[in-house]
């Protein structure tokens, strides 16, 4: 059964039950404040959490070459990871300084979109569409800011506790109580490190290939083979 998620207030509720603060000693903002640090702390830790995964729909405009991601999805796109055309086609990623060395010095080609690149919340196609494409875009995406919205922290349920453990480790700082504000950070960090490695390590179905064994089945054209 998964675990029941906490929100922002009832993170607010545990810090306050478990310290018996009131909101003379620490206040709600200052407790959201240490909150967002917490929490960014966590994001910091790896670029690609699988939590922010996200896949949409890019459709192209004739004569048009650059696109904003955040406008064909609900989320804000931090980095584009693939790019997949109608044909089940893979767009190739070409680093920005080689699309202006062979096209923006060079004048754009137009066609059937072969490379992508990604630059200043941009994605730039080329050659530049001709005709209107449906792309299949797989993305990582911002947080969202989840303590304005009081909603649960974006992420895995262990993300609750931790972030209980940290502001308690905050406070007791500020009350110079030094040895449990240690015990408390260590109690955050251990959760956050346990949470890190479940979410980072292979899934059941996908175990780790290592160098030497055996090798995925490719399509020959008639056939699945080694």
Known sequence: MPQARMNKTDIISAVREITEISAADASD???????????????????????LETSFNLTTTNGVGEYTPDDFTADEIREVVSIVDDENN???YVGYDDIEQFYLNGGLTVGRPLFYTFWDNQVLFFPEPNDEYVLKVRAYRYPTDWVTDDTSPDGVASFDMALVYYV???????????????????????????????????????????AGGSKWRGYRGTDWGY
């Not at 903002?29 to 939590?51: A, S």
């Not at 950070?185 to 979410?199: G, I, K, Q």
């Open 29 to 51: 903002t200052v407790i959201e404040i240490y909150l967002r640090d917490g929490y960014n702390r966590i994001i910091e830790l790896e670029r690609r959490w699988t939590f």
């Open 90 to 92: 893979r767009l190739d």
């Open 168 to 210: 308690i480790s905050r406070i007791y700082q500020a009350q110079e109580e030094l040895n449990t504000a240690a015990t408390y950070e260590r109690m955050y960090a251990d959760t956050v490190t346990l949470a890190r490695r479940d979410l980072t390590r292979p899934p059941s179905s996908a175990p780790v290939k290592f």
